[in-house]
């Protein structure tokens, strides 16, 4: 009985390993079709060929040609438009500070503007930076452009990180790395020709207002590219010499709107002391001469006050 009892327990403990195994064996073959065909390769599975937006370039068909348009040898840039690559020129600071400036503040708008793109993705913003600077439309300096607006306080600037409190995150060692080389062949004088004269872009996942005024160029990486129509798009307005002076190296201050009465200073913060109440705190009346009765449960209308 023993016995019979034992072998019974082995023929179970036979099927349960078969019934485990066998979906590994079922699954096996295909997979080993799939690396064999080649699809393993697929560049949207592989991590540096994806970021937001990257689905868009592996849709079949995403890529036919617009007439006139040059074909781009690179599987994250789609031309909308024929564009005339922007004057090269080397933006050079007039002293070392300059420079130094100059560099960093490019960096910063390509690590957090494009940092999880391909380089397509931030050579493109690099160049839009750089086109503003040689446009009499924006300021003349590399760090007035990227921080122009950076002020505001409705996140309304004009390269949002610099006023939405994304340079708050720490830059990662290798992005950072990464984003000040292509900034630095950026300000050398390399073009990147298929951005063109575009001066304006945004994410693939919005669609402002101005979108429709603006003739789009391309769409690289996870932005599409614009350029103003008429004179302020053309390679006339691009002919502004960079005078090599900055004078910021990063984000303005927010503006304080509370202004003195006489001098037109902020006025100062009151110095930090125990808030003081009423010696005889009362319950609110139930109506004020003029205005409506309260809707306050009168459990809750002393909520707030500060405790004695």
Known sequence: MIRAKGARQGVIAMLALVALAAPRLITAAPLDLLAISGTADDPAEKPGENFPGSAFFFAQGAFDPVPGTTRLHSRHVMALDAVQAAP??????????DGYRALNCLTSAIYYEAGSEPEDGQRAVAQVVLNRVRNPLWPKSVCGVVYQGSERTDYRCQFTFSCDGSMARMASAAGWTRARRI????????????????????TLAVRPDWA???RPVAVIGAHIFYRPPGVDGAPAAFRAAYMGRETQSGPARPARPALGPAQGLPLPLAPFSTPTVPAAATPLPDAEPGLPQSAIRPEYRNSGRPLI
């Open 88 to 97: 090269a020129m080397a933006f050079r600071g007039l002293t070392a500070l």
């Open 212 to 214: 429709a005024a603006m």
């Open 183 to 202: 900034a630095a062949q950026a300000l050398s004088g390399i073009v990147y020709r298929p951005v063109g004269l575009a001066t304006y872009y945004h």
